[in-house]
C-alpha cells in the first residue's frame, strides 16, 4: 500500500524557514517523480514543485522560485522542501504528491500525503 | 502560461442526477488534462486522468472526455459521497496548473 506522510509544517515568522518532509512507502520510490502542492485555507490547489525520480532534474513555480528548495533522499525514501524567506501568502497545507510514472513534472498525480499546515505569521 | 477555467463554480444537486463539469484550457492541451476529487477534509484523489483514462478503483459512473481545450468530468446517477471539490490540473505546457475548482453540494 503507498503512503505518503508530510511532517514539518507549523507556525513561523514572516522571514524565516521551516523544512517539509515526505516519507515514502509501499513503491520503489527512486522510480517515481515527486511533487509538492498546497492549498491555501478555503482555497484550490497550486502546484509548487517537482523532482525527478533521481533528483536530478526540479521546476519551481514562479511565486516559489529562489525561495524553496525540492530535494529527495532516495536511500530513506524521503522528499523535502526547504522554504526560506516565507510570506504570509506561503501559508497552506502541503501535499506531497507521487507521480504515476517515471516523468516528473508532465504527469498526473496518483497518490497523495494528508498534507502538513504551514502558517506564517508574527 | 495555461489557464484553466471551470464551471460552474458551485452546483447543488439531486442525488441520482447526472452531473457534468468543464474544464477550458486557454491554449491546446491536447490530453493533458486529469480531474480530482477533494473531499472535505481529505486529500485530493485521482479520479481521471489524460481526459478520458479510468483509474482503478474510482466508480464507473465517474468518466472523462475531451481534447484541445475544451474537457468534461461527468458523473452518471450521483451518489451522497460525492459530494467534494473538483479540480482539473493540465500538464502539457509548463507550469503545471490546477482549475479553480468546482464545489458539489447534494441536497
Known amino acids: 500500500e503507498v503512503q505518503l506522510v508530510e511532517s514539518g509544517g507549523g507556525l513561523v515568522q514572516p522571514g524565516k524557514s521551516l523544512r517539509l518532509s515526505c516519507t515514502a512507502s509501499?513503491?520503489?520510490?527512486?522510480?517515481?517523480?515527486m511533487s509538492w502542492v498546497r492549498q491555501a485555507p478555503g482555497k484550490g490547489l497550486e502546484w509548487v514543485s517537482s523532482?525527478?525520480?533521481?533528483?536530478?532534474?526540479?521546476y519551481y513555480a514562479d511565486s516559489v522560485k529562489g525561495r524553496f528548495t525540492i530535494s529527495r533522499d532516495n536511500s530513506k525514501n524521503t522528499l523535502s522542501l526547504q522554504m526560506n524567506s516565507l510570506r504570509a501568502e506561503d501559508t497552506a497545507v502541503y501535499y506531497c504528491?507521487?507521480?504515476?510514472?517515471?516523468?516528473?513534472?508532465?504527469?498526473?498525480?496518483?497518490?497523495w500525503g494528508q498534507g502538513t499546515l504551514v502558517t506564517v505569521s508574527s | 502560461e495555461i489557464v484553466l477555467t471551470q464551471s460552474p463554480d458551485f452546483q447543488s444537486v439531486t442525488p441520482k442526477e447526472k452531473v457534468t463539469i468543464t474544464c477550458r484550457a486557454s491554449?491546446?492541451?491536447?490530453?493533458?488534462l486529469h480531474w480530482y476529487q477533494q473531499k472535505p477534509d481529505q486529500s485530493p484523489k485521482l479520479l481521471i486522468k489524460?481526459?478520458?483514462q479510468s483509474i482503478s478503483g474510482v466508480p464507473s459512473r465517474f468518466s472523462g472526455s475531451g481534447s484541445g481545450t475544451n474537457f468534461t468530468l461527468s458523473i452518471n446517477s450521483l451518489e451522497a459521497e460525492d459530494a467534494a471539490a473538483y479540480y482539473c490540473?493540465?500538464?502539457?505546457?509548463?507550469?503545471?496548473?490546477f482549475g479553480q475548482g468546482t464545489r458539489l453540494e447534494i441536497k
Open positions: 504528491a507521487k507521480g504515476d510514472s517515471s516523468g516528473y513534472v508532465r504527469i498526473p498525480f496518483d497518490y
Open positions: 509501499g513503491f520503489t520510490f527512486s522510480t517515481y517523480g
Open positions: 523532482i525527478s525520480g533521481s533528483g536530478s532534474s526540479t
Open positions: 491554449q491546446n492541451i491536447g490530453s493533458g
Open positions: 489524460y481526459a478520458s
Open positions: 490540473h493540465q500538464t502539457s505546457s509548463l507550469p503545471p496548473r
